[in-house]
């Protein structure tokens, strides 16, 4: 039943990018959205690509979208597993992180600092061709 609820959802926000509306931000629990695409994902991966998903000790709340969440999710996920045909792991973690004024990168001013949640995702596929 979640999925055809998401697949309504995914529906939705191709309309709404359509239409160039804003996505809907919300509070979201960023660890069952992640649960959920794995759950759908895991059977489309190749043979032999094991994942492993980490997620912290309390709720993952963020402001967002939970189906752009979702779909960002799901295509990283779907690209790592076209990189890794003959098997590999896919790592997925949701870190909690601090950021102090140092850390923050000079050309993004909007960021302040704070607690914040870093997404990462990585694969032990063979990678992208460099460009020439």
Known sequence: MKQITRAGMIVQQIL???????ASRAPCNLGPVIDE??????????EGVAVKWKGPETDA?????????YQVLMDLCI???HAMKHGGMLRISLIE?????????????????G?????????TGDGMARLP
């Open 115 to 123: 607690s914040f949640l870093r997404l990462e995702v990585s694969d």
């Open 37 to 46: 695409c794995l759950e759908l994902l895991r059977p489309a991966l190749p």
């Open 16 to 22: 709404r990018f359509g239409k160039q509306t804003e």
């Open 97 to 113: 992180t601090e950021l102090d004024t140092d850390s923050i990168p000079p050309d993004h001013e909007e960021i302040r600092p």
């Open 79 to 81: 690209d790592a597993g």
């Open 61 to 69: 709340l963020i402001q967002a979208d939970a189906t752009q969440m």
